[in-house]
């Protein structure tokens, strides 16, 4: 099977803009969850999606928003850019809503905010 | 509150000595425990979890973890480290009814000497 894909895998953007980031999960996985990783704050779970319903949230502003679409793909969106937003954005898919289910991770997507 | 400590932010060996990365975990239910690995500018790949069966974990590439409840530890170990094992290593932990939510540990970059 084919692994966790993310797109695009570098971007670019100004503060003040949005930025849409995307992400297919393998094959047969239902849940995709979101991750940021920055050096000063490491890893932290931004969002999880389930059979198209958001299950859970970390502790990040509403400019921070993501959906599931009925494949299972998930897109996350950023609005508002801020210099702090400059991170790697990781996805990950795991098969079914079982805490025990490993998450497999895509290579990110690494968004800098100028 | 759950969270997990890596002990050592930066860990040096020899190739051919014993690798030990140490993770402590605080959490008031019986967790999941999971070894990340990430090579640079890629995302993280699962070396092994524990989900409650036999508490020495084997993984991937001769890694194996340990989980001690009394110590509420899973530290990670390898009997020999190779030049390939260089890279950064997460420990996170996934709580029962968390919607796939994983708190990981502030990561120990591992680096191998020839």
């Known amino acids: 099977k084919a692994g966790v894909t993310q797109t695009p895998r570098y971007l670019i953007k100004t503060r003040g803009q949005q930025v849409t980031l995307s992400c297919s999960p393998i094959s047969g996985h239902r849940s995709v969850s979101w991750y940021q990783q920055t050096p000063g704050q490491g890893l932290q779970f931004l969002f999880e999606?389930?059979?198209?319903?958001?299950?859970n949230k970390g502790n990040f502003p509403g400019r921070f928003s993501g959906r599931q679409f009925s494949n299972s793909r998930s897109e996350m969106n950023v609005s508002t850019l801020e210099l702090g937003d400059s991170a790697l954005y990781l996805c990950a898919s795991r098969e079914s809503g079982v805490e025990s289910d490993t998450q497999y991770f895509g290579p990110g997507t690494r968004l800098t905010v100028l | 509150a759950q969270s997990v400590t890596q002990l050592g932010s930066h860990v040096s060996v020899s190739e051919g000595a014993l690798v030990l990365l140490r993770c402590n975990y605080s959490s008031s239910v019986p967790p999941y425990l999971f070894w990340y690995v990430q090579y640079p500018n890629q995302g993280l790949q699962l070396l092994l979890k524990y989900t409650s069966a036999a508490t020495l974990v084997k993984g991937i590439n001769g890694f194996e973890a340990e989980f001690k409840k009394s110590e509420t530890s899973f530290h990670l170990t390898k009997p020999s480290a190779h030049m390939s094992d260089a890279a950064e290593y997460f420990c996170a932990v996934m709580i029962y009814n968390q919607g796939g939510k994983l708190i990981f540990g502030q990561g120990t970059e591992l680096s191998v000497k020839p």
């Open positions: 999606y389930f059979s198209e319903t958001q299950r």
